[in-house]
């Protein structure tokens, strides 16, 4: 006994009205609603292949865009048929061990649960099919054909229908060779199950997995799975590094402090070595690039410029980009000159710059132990690390 997939992706998505099939529809980061579906069985012990209903004049790009996701089986894709019926049938064909058990998900319901796979697939081991169905939040109102109320059936006994449905292998096949022979056409696998008269066990499931089939629901659908990937994320962490030669007879500044000196850096700006390694940090942490690539010391506009002003700017550029910085800690390593004493003025030039307390922001200044270019006072450097946070988060 093994657990196969077959995913339903093989419908055109008309009630969506997308340019794409409703499958191939980005729902975050870029990612297909099929393969964002089909993420959420790496966590079952399936075997594999996974079998995945496409378009059957859409084969070659479902197979050209799940390729460039790595999965834990292969994935076999299976020419759709006109009704979702006739696909689940296609992919049930290539299927043999009458022992296994089959699980049909749709493609369009992205949020399906582990767990509730599991219940389904365990449910169908014991009972020979399962379906997962949310008890009806809503009263259903049954219709006539010209609009007007016909019947109110009771709540309390309505259940809205779901996938998964699971099923021994041998059942479902018989139930859809049935379906063929008496024209039995549904757009669930249990019902034609239920039609040979075998017991269908009903596995609670949750209004999550709900089935993306209108433009609105595709709008809920990216606001969830936004939220389920990166963008979840309220923080994030940015390093930087800078280094600047020395030289007799130039001003010595850091972190926006000048300091006397007999020695300052060699720089196309005025050489704030620290705050140099506090704006990669930051740029660094929000993904907005480098220094070097937004500030170039090829641009005259930044000969001799205050990097103070350059690290305003930065933090401008991350609220933009709807980040804040929590904390930065850094460290300064230069022989001479003594920087504790100007350690508070640095702090608080970096704190007004990034609108954090000055207790946000460390400096701690090394000397190299007179080696290495640092040691030798040939160079100066930092290092940064800065946390953000995402505004408003
Ligand atoms: N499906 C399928 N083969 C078909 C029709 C549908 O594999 N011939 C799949 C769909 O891709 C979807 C699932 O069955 O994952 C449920 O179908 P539905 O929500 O109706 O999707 P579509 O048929 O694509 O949408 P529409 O009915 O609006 O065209
Ligand atoms: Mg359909």
Redesign the pocket.
Known sequence: MAYRLIL?????????GHSLP??LVPLADGVPMVAYTLRRFTQIPLKGPALI?APPDQVEMFHSVLQSFAWPWAVQLIP?????Q??VRRALETLSDPEDIVCIH???RPFIEADTVLACLNDAKQYGAATVAVPSADTILESSPDGFLHNTPDRAGLWQCQTPQCFRLELIRKAHQEAERQQWSATDDATLVWRTGHPVRLVPGTRGNF?V?TPDDLLVARVLAQGTTENACMYRIGIGWDLHRLEAGRPFILGGARIPHDRGAVAHSDGDTLVHAVIDALLGGAGLGNIGLLYPDTDPAYRGADSMTLLRDTVGRLRGAGWVPVNVDTVVVAQRPALNPHLDTIRRNIADALGISIESVSVKPKTAEKVGPEGREEAVSAQAIILLQKRGG
Do not use: F, Y
């Open positions: 339903t992706a093989a419908g055109k998505g008309e009630r969506l409703k499958a209903t759709g048929g006109n009704t979702r006739e696909s749709d493609a369009a089935k089939t």
